[in-house]
């Protein structure tokens, strides 16, 4: 199953030149936000109207190197899928512009 990420450009050129991605999230709440196909739209509206620049991953949840773990987020009433580590740059199967 595939799981999604919104990135800056910038933030995922460093990833790759690194061999993995960490997000501000993983330091500060301990895990990455993903969201599934149905949520991307929402979380792009929430959280990243005025921005530009961005990548969308496509991460294949079987390469993951770290636990993933899906869970309610409050506010939104949703599951989505954390997760609670680096994200290995090989778990990304597709990325595209947004």
């Known amino acids: 199953p595939m799981i999604y990420h919104v990135v800056t450009q910038a933030n ?3 990833a790759l030149q690194q061999g993995f ?6 330091a ?3 895990f990455i936000h993903t969201s599934k196909a149905g949520q991307v739209a929402g979380v792009l509206e929430r ?9 969308l991953l496509h ?3 079987t390469k993951l190197t770290a636990p993933l773990k899906y869970e ?3 506010s939104v009433n949703e599951e ?3 997760i609670y580590g680096r994200l ?3 778990a990304v199967v597709k990325v595209e512009n947004l």
């Open 47 to 55: 959280y990243y109207k005025d921005q530009s620049n961005l990548l």
């Open 28 to 30: 500060k709440e301990g």
């Open 80 to 82: 989505f899928p954390h």
């Open 59 to 61: 991460i294949d949840e």
């Open 88 to 90: 290995n740059v090989d």
């Open 72 to 74: 309610l987020a409050p």
């Open 21 to 26: 991605y960490e997000a501000e999230s993983l």
């Open 12 to 14: 995922w050129e460093n």
